[in-house]
């Protein structure tokens, strides 16, 4: 299925726009329900779509996705449901605006990973690149005061995200395993694990079933727009411009979290300013040219749909 580029364009935006939804619109529903309640709720009503766009668009063999389900239940647990507890609830200490910016590391975090564990070459633009985008993260988490980096009081959001970071690195870096699988199939699959899994921890949980009418389209909206629809326009535009190419644009995630914070009325600091513009120059260095890195990050970016 060819698509022209201009659609491509669009379908990048708005996929990023969405997820940029997910931080901001998120904020706001994780205080009126626990990060467990929203990360089942979001994937139950989002596994309503999965398997019937799967099947429409994929046409998997069932048997054979199924067939997989160890390396899918521990990605489940790492990507589909680990990091977005961990973004949930760091979005109870911190703002979105802090959340995206700490998360744009990941793609670098990625090549890094790659470079230790998959011993992929790193070059030295590559480890320049790192060592930016580090420093515009500790800008972030820091408050500009770097100084104080071994004895600042750290925002306990920002130390979820960076945990939360790091879970998706290993999901990634898993992700080689199950190329094989068609992607939507093996979100849809490994959804429905993880609802398995978090089921029993929900039936014994405080459950707020007297939601206002905000936070129910904000779980309706978080369920369908970042969970489903980025993740079909993602996966048109991969398949036509590649992940790398792609993967660009998700710098826009925190840019767009950026403009809602704004017309929101959320204040911006220069620090923030600057953190990011680093974390933006440090991604784009430590994404430059290494072909094996890259084809790492191809593999990492091609599922991270899955989780933002």
Same mark, same amino acid.
């Given at each position: 299925m060819l698509v022209k580029r201009e659609y491509v364009v669009l379908f990048?935006? %708005?996929?990023?726009?969405?997820?940029?939804?997910?931080?901001?619109?998120g904020?706001?529903?994780?205080?009126?329900?626990s990060p467990l309640q929203m990360t089942f709720s979001r994937w139950l009503i989002a596994l309503l779509f999965l398997y019937p766009i799967a099947t429409w668009i994929e046409r998997p063999s069932w048997k054979k996705v199924w067939r997989q389900w160890k390396v899918l239940l521990v990605m489940s647990l790492l990507g589909v449901m680990?990091?977005? &507890?961990? &973004?949930?609830?760091?979005?109870?200490?911190?703002? #979105?605006?802090?959340a995206a910016l700490v998360n744009a590391i990941n793609p670098a975090v990625i090549v890094l990973f790659a470079a230790v564990f998959l011993k992929e070459k790193i070059s030295s633009i590559n480890g320049l690149?790192?060592?930016?985008?580090?420093?515009?993260?500790?800008?972030?988490?820091?408050?500009?005061?770097?100084?104080q980096i071994f004895s600042v009081h750290y925002n306990f959001g920002d130390l979820l995200m960076l945990l939360a970071i790091l879970v998706?690195?290993?999901?990634?870096?898993?992700? !080689?395993?199950?190329?094989?699988? #068609? #992607?939507?199939?093996?979100?849809?699959?490994?959804?429905?694990?993880?609802?398995?899994?978090l089921f029993p921890f929900v039936l014994f949980s405080d459950l707020n079933f007297h939601l206002s009418k905000e936070a129910t389209l904000g779980i309706l909206y978080i369920g369908i727009f970042p969970?489903?629809?980025?993740?079909?326009?993602?996966?048109?535009?991969? !398949?036509?411009?590649?992940?790398? !190419?792609?993967?660009?644009?998700?710098? %826009?995630?925190?840019?767009f979290t950026a403009i809602f914070s704004?017309? &929101?009325?959320? #204040?911006?600091?220069?620090?923030?300013?600057?953190?990011? /513009?680093?974390?933006? /120059?440090?991604?784009? %260095?430590?994404?430059?040219?290494?072909?094996?890195?890259?084809?790492?990050?191809?593999?990492?970016? !091609?599922?991270?749909?899955?989780?933002?």
């Open positions: 990048l935006i %708005l996929a990023n726009m969405f997820w940029a939804g997910n931080y901001i619109i904020q706001y529903v994780v205080a009126e329900m680990g990091y977005n &507890l961990l &973004l949930y609830k760091a979005l109870q200490f911190t703002t #979105p605006l802090n690149g790192l060592i930016i985008s580090l420093l515009g993260v500790i800008l972030v988490l820091t408050n500009g005061q770097l100084q998706w690195t290993i999901y990634s870096i898993l992700g !080689r395993k199950i190329r094989d699988i #068609p #992607p939507i199939s093996a979100t849809a699959v490994s959804v429905s694990l993880g609802l398995l899994t969970s489903v629809g980025s993740f079909i326009f993602w996966n048109i535009s991969i !398949r036509q411009i590649g992940a790398s !190419r792609a993967g660009i644009y998700l710098n %826009l995630i925190t840019v704004l017309l &929101l009325g959320k #204040p911006i600091s220069s620090v923030q300013i600057l953190g990011g /513009v680093l974390v933006f /120059v440090g991604v784009y %260095l430590s994404n430059k040219v290494v072909k094996q890195a890259q084809e790492t990050l191809d593999d990492g970016t !091609r599922c991270i749909s899955k989780n933002i």
